[in-house]
């Protein structure tokens, strides 16, 4: 299997099907899913937000992720050049797309740091008393120093993993661990549910209020699926790029889109039941699975030690497999347009994200600089998973709906007429009229509602970049 060639002249395959599935949805599961999922859900009122995040899985990420592979296998280029190949007038959405991946990895790896951070620190027994657990991360993710320095380590893995090329040792590693990872899951849920007072977390969870919702709900909830499921920017495309003629499109689409959001709900019910047992508030934030996987196990003594490790190891693994699709994404770029050697693509690449990761990382002790009260690190988390993903996946339908052609299309995803695929029609109006229309207005409107908090500000500055990037690269 190989990711790590993109410029091979005759293009790699992946080895067997499943080994693509996997890569994929290595991918997409993530941080995005077990850290993202749940405290968004919880900032985001709970059971109403679940429901619309699983609606928009079903009906936009399905068919956007289906439409990414559709295009990158047609096309057999990576992000930029299966736009240009096609029409260099739409170059520049694999521009955007290239520019989403630069600013997820902006804060991505600060994330990364911490949970590999946690190992050695559940590994000494640094985080052995409940009490010391909630104060002990607040505390360290606010420190000027460390999480810098675990940021930095993160970074390496990356540049050793994608200097090399992918398809390597990560990719086993991610097919021992990714289970691993979702049988402690598992355990964390089924530990958590066993606490007096569990119930009303799978209540908050499940039940949905819709009073809870309004148009920033529903656009965050749009926003987590595309993050989640790795659209929009175009690594699917890449991904894509690689698969063999004869791979049935739709049933690996649903595989993968049917894993990421198995780990994402079974990560919110690893998290709330626990949470309300333990009193905490559902809209805790950001340090959500920093707290409550530590105290949860710390009840347990040696054992409870044993599976909090193997949590971090493999929450990191995790995270990995997908920060390495992001970094791909923009060093294939370098690559095929800027004729970078690979080695040298990596390294500025990750300077650039380096950069970008320490003011992130120090945005949340307070310093750095601010725009409209927000710390770097929420502006970059705002203008890719509520901006950018949204707006190129709405490109990337458009693309598909309207320059493309659709028997092109058809034949791509049923393998000439050999895999039957009813829905066809259904997906193809989906991609052409509603996608596009359905994101656009949730895209507004969320922009609108956010004006009261400052936040519409920043999402129009989004807009802004994204606009100027598509006026800049049509001239190029
Ligand atoms: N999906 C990953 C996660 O859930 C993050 C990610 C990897 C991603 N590649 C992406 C998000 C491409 C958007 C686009 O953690």
């Not at 405290?39 to 985001?44: I, L, P």
């Not at 505390?139 to 930095?152: R, Y």
């Not at 969870?205 to 965050?220: C, T």
């Not at 689409?253 to 949470?275: E, K, N, R, S």
């Amino acid at each position: 299997m190989a990711t790590g060639n993109i410029t091979a002249a005759p293009r790699d395959n992946w080895g067997s099907k499943l080994g693509f599935v996997m890569a994929a949805a290595g991918s997409a599961v993530g941080l995005g899913n077990i850290w993202k999922f749940p405290y968004t859900a919880g900032e985001n009122g709970g059971g109403a937000f679940v429901l619309i995040y699983l609606a928009f899985v079903i009906v936009i990420g399905f068919s956007v992720m289906l439409t990414e592979f559709a295009i990158g296998r047609h096309t057999s280029r990576s992000v930029v050049g299966s736009f240009k190949s096609t029409d260099k007038r739409w170059s520049f959405v694999g521009i955007i797309g290239v520019l989403s991946g630069l600013l997820i990895m902006g804060f991505y790896p600060v994330v990364g740091g911490w949970a590999l951070a946690y190992v050695p620190k559940i590994a000494t027994g640094l985080l052995d008393t409940p009490e010391a657990i909630g104060d002990s991360f607040g505390g360290f993710i606010s420190d000027p120093v460390q999480p810098l320095l675990w940021m930095a380590a993160y970074l390496v893995l990356n540049i050793v993993i994608v200097s090399k090329g992918i398809s390597g040792g990560i990719e086993k590693a991610g097919k021992i661990l990714m289970p691993l990872l979702f049988l402690i899951l598992i355990v964390v849920a089924v530990k958590g549910l066993s606490l007096p007072g569990a119930g009303a977390g799978l209540e908050f969870l499940f039940k949905p209020d819709f009073s809870k919702v309004d148009s920033h709900v529903v656009l965050a909830a749009l926003g987590q699926a595309f993050f989640s499921l790795s659209l929009g920017m175009g690594a699917m495309i890449t991904y894509g790029s690689y698969l063999k003629k004869k791979e049935n499109l739709v049933q690996t689409t649903g595989m993968v889109v049917g894993m990421d959001t198995a780990v994402a709900l079974l990560a919110g019910i690893a998290m709330f039941p626990a949470m309300f047992a333990f009193n905490m508030e559902p809209a805790a934030g950001p340090g959500l699975v920093f707290v409550v996987v530590p105290q949860l196990f710390a009840e347990m003594g040696h054992v409870g030690l044993l599976f909090a490790l193997m949590f971090f190891v493999g929450l990191t693994v995790a995270a990995l497999t997908s920060s390495v699709s992001l970094l791909e994404v923009v060093v294939s770029y370098l690559i095929e347009e800027k004729g970078m050697k690979r080695v040298t693509a990596v390294l500025s690449a990750s300077c650039v994200m380096a950069a970008m990761c320490v003011f992130a990382s120090l945005s949340l002790g307070g310093v750095g600089p601010k725009l409209f009260d927000t710390g770097v690190f929420d502006i970059f988390d705002l203008l890719t998973d509520k901006v950018f993903l949204a707006v190129g996946g709405m490109f990337i339908c458009i693309f598909a709906g309207w320059r493309l052609n659709r028997i092109d299309l058809e034949k791509e995803i049923t393998n000439n007429g050999k895999v039957s695929f009813p829905l066809f029609g259904l997906w193809y109006n989906l991609v052409k009229y509603v996608i596009p229309v359905a994101v656009a207005v949730v895209a507004c409107a969320g922009i609108l509602s956010g004006f009261e908090s400052g936040k519409g500000a920043i999402m129009i500055l989004a807009l802004v970049i994204i606009g100027s990037t598509a006026l800049i690269s049509k001239k190029l």
